[in-house]
């Protein structure tokens, strides 16, 4: 134990002396490439090669980039309130943040996911966890819009998602929490031995993408990090990092990450579907919420959901196994062929790989090296495929250029290192400024990685910005690796905390996105497709507007009869049928975002006048050159 401690000790003292030398002038120029500008020049006009979906962390948000360019398109409003978009505002979509809990606007989205066919990125989805009240999102990317979340049950930080298997037939969710499952009222210090860390399979619908909770396995209550799939010979197995397997209720350094290797837990979720398809498992009483948004009446719903199949590792035989592996592994990373697992043990001197071959065959031969709660730990020795040797301080994470190169963040020393798997021999490494977390290469989570570029996702970018006050930007940073060496290209900020991201070609998504809603197609019960269709409709205390907007007039645009107290709902349906064209209302005094309206959409705000007077509305975003003419007045009247 005290070696241990040790060498975690000279780990943070290494960390302080990287840090101040990366600190120092050289700066880049080491890592430049000498013709970055001509390669990440995206040319006025010209469409990036690839798609880039970077998490936000605690914006709760996805935004989309360009790469090379590192442009902004777009940030996506998942688990946030957006007053751009009115996400989170408008009436169609608040129940899409609606939760057990409530209305929870916020979460910590940490990890996207591109759904995949065949092991292969098809581009039809995105999905995106989050941590805090435990969810997973999925974006359309025809829309680019948020169109589904659930909420896990008996799980606390859902850190493991959103990873998804190679025909997206489930995407995953863990629980970085053990906690009593069912909560109850109980003294902490008994964690050890009766909370419990439930790990999701949700399965997501081949046509529409819906998504169910279909099993939980109730697993020991260790803390589970990240996961991956199994891809190629390892489909049908998934795999979760775990760390303080000590199971201790506090993680100051005396309780946790004393044992010389936690575990990966390799879960063959096949075996568990066929148990469950057959009628095995546990129906649990619980709450959570299912919110879809539904294309066609542009609104969402939530559903309480009460109760969840729940699955005892035990009572499936051969279907969970635990890897040792050094010391509180974080990333837990699957090569494109799904041979190998990488745990990126973050205290350990050396990086560690797995074997799936060696695995099976240490489950045929049974070498065990003892169980975890009658979970059966295979011996070390009988999976290890190999180490990379003292590449680098601080492991996070590992991604795959499909060309046989592994490459791994190293948060400690600061550094992205690519080594060769099969040799385990380190070939470069290249410094990030500063700090590293995550990295993407496009398809990098995949059989099939697009070995062009990686980004590299950073923690910390102290001068390499404008200074911005005491918070600075988050950053992310392009290498090429088309060559032997990572040649740097490219800074760029990003929004909130960029923990992951999925890149994609752009052919893949580009002709698919969607350019208009087509009126005749608007279900929106509220809808006014013509001007003939406005109207006011009073309801006692209530008033339903149904509005029309088209360049440059909104019809009605002077509404008498409205009088203080009222409930008044502005139901505003865009007329136009061209690309590009959406309309905003916003209306004084409202307690609420704009609506930004596409074309062939109708949203809904609620308005309730306090004061009589004459008040106006008016357009919000710049869409003729009568933009500044596109306006109204509400009559409000004594009650
Ligand atoms: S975590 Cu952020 S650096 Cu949430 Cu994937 Cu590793
Ligand atoms: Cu419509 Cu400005």
Request: aromatic fraction near 12%; charge should be negative; proline fraction near 6%.
């Amino acid at each position: 134990m005290k070696n241990i401690f040790k060498l975690t000790i000279g780990f943070l003292s290494l960390a302080l002396a990287f840090t101040s030398c990366n600190n120092g002038d050289s700066k880049s120029k080491s890592a430049l490439s000498t013709n970055a500008a001509e390669k990440v020049y995206v040319a006025p006009g010209e469409h990036d090669e690839f798609y880039a979906f970077i998490s936000g962390g605690f914006s709760g948000q996805l935004a989309v980039y360009g790469l090379p360019s590192g442009r902004l398109f777009k940030v996506i409003p998942v688990f946030s309130q957006d007053p751009e978009k009115a996400w989170g505002y408008n009436e169609e979509t608040k129940p899409m943040l609606n939760t057990s809990y409530g209305f929870i606007p916020w979460d910590d989205s940490h990890h996207p996911d591109i759904s995949q066919t065949a092991g292969e990125l098809d581009g039809r989805w995105v999905f995106i966890n989050g941590n805090n009240t435990p969810r997973i999102a999925k974006i359309d990317l025809t829309t680019f819009e948020t169109t589904e979340i659930i909420e896990i049950p008996n799980s606390a930080g859902n850190h493991s998602s959103s990873f998804v298997t190679e025909n997206t037939e489930y995407v995953v969710a863990g629980t970085r929490f053990s906690v009593p499952v069912p909560q109850k009222d109980m003294p902490i210090k008994e964690y050890k031995g009766n909370f419990k860390g439930a790990l999701s399979f949700i399965s997501v619908d081949p046509k529409d993408g819906r998504m169910a909770v279909k099993f939980q396995l109730l697993m020991p209550g260790f803390n589970y990090d990240l996961s991956h799939p199994g891809r190629g010979k390892s489909h049908g197995w998934f795999f979760f990092t775990t760390y303080n397997t000590e199971e201790a209720n506090s993680l100051l350094e005396v309780n946790a990450s004393q044992n010389d290797k936690d575990f990966i837990a390799a879960i063959n979720w096949k075996k568990i579907e066929e148990y469950v398809n057959k009628g095995g498992g546990t129906k649990m009483p619980t709450n959570y919420a299912h919110n879809v948004y539904n294309d066609e009446t542009h609104s969402a719903t939530s559903t309480m959901i009460k109760e969840v199949l729940t699955v005892n590792p035990l009572d499936v035989p051969g279907a969970v196994y635990f890897l040792p592996t050094p010391k509180s592994p974080h990333g837990c990373d699957v090569d494109p062929s799904g041979e190998y697992i990488v745990g990126n043990g973050k205290l350990s001197a050396n990086l560690t790989v797995h074997s799936f071959t060696k695995m099976q065959k240490a489950i045929a031969d049974k070498k065990f090296d003892g169980e975890a709660y009658g979970i059966p730990i295979l011996k070390f020795e009988d999976v290890l495929a190999g180490s990379v040797v003292q590449p680098g301080l601080g492991p996070l994470h590992t991604e795959f250029d499909g060309k046989g190169n592994a490459y791994t963040t190293f948060f400690i020393s600061s550094e992205v290192v690519k080594w060769k798997l099969g040799t385990w021999e380190v070939i470069d490494r290249k410094p990030t400024y500063y700090s590293v977390g995550h990295l993407m290469i496009p398809g990098g989570n995949s059989a099939k990685p697009f070995g062009k570029y990686v980004v590299a996702m950073n923690k910390i970018t102290k001068d390499r910005y404008l200074p911005t006050g005491p918070e600075v930007t988050q950053s992310a940073q392009l290498y090429d690796i088309t060559g032997d060496k990572m040649e740097l290209l490219l800074d760029f900020p990003t929004i909130g905390e960029p923990h992951y991201a999925a890149g994609c070609p752009a052919d893949l998504i580009k002709p698919k996105s969607k350019k208009i809603f087509k009126l005749a197609d608007n279900k929106h019960p509220y809808a006014a497709k013509s001007d003939a269709d406005t109207k006011v409709v009073r309801n006692g205390k209530e008033v339903h507007i149904q509005m029309t907007m088209i360049r440059s007039h909104f019809s009605p645009d002077n509404i008498e009869g409205i009088k203080v107290g009222d409930k008044v709902y502005f139901h505003v349906t865009n007329l136009e049928q061209d690309y590009d064209v959406p309309h905003g209302i916003s209306m004084i005094g409202a307690n609420t975002s704009e609506l930004l309206i596409m074309p062939g959409q109708t949203e809904t705000f609620v308005w309730e006048p306090k004061q009589v007077g004459v008040w106006p509305f008016y357009c919000t975003d710049f869409c003729s050159a009568l933009h500044q003419e596109m306006q109204g007045y509400v009559r409000v009247s004594p009650a």
